[in-house]
């Protein structure tokens, strides 16, 4: 299957288990690969074959600057769930959703989830 891919997606949410996370929010980057068949738009050159990328940016803000959850795990099905409701051409995607600055002790880089879905 052919993939698009957006990287490191940079966006401010309220994410997380404790009042401090939900209260002063933080930063989230998301990276996404997006399965579909890309040979007609490749041939024809037409957007409509195609996924619109400003528009997958759009709908992952929406779910990462939307109502606060408990789990970046929430925050990654919730994407995917979207994605799907927003592309019909959208067969699979992989989310990554990368919590940079957890309120974990201990010298890190970051926590991240990734899920595969499907199409149902």
Known sequence: ???IYLNKLAFYGYHGLF???NKLGQRFYVDLVLELDLKK??????MTESIDYGHVYQV????????????????GEDIA?????SFQNLKACSVK????????????????????RERP
């Open 81 to 85: 769930q979207q994605l799907f409701a």
């Open 1 to 3: 299957m052919d993939k």
């Open 19 to 21: 009042p401090e996370e």
């Open 60 to 75: 992952t803000k929406h779910v990462v600057e939307g109502t606060a959850k408990n789990l970046v795990e929430s925050v």
């Open 41 to 46: 738009a490749g041939m024809t050159d037409e």
């Open 97 to 116: 959703v990368t919590k940079p600055d957890p309120p974990i002790p201990g010298h890190y880089e970051s926590v991240a989830i990734e899920i595969y």
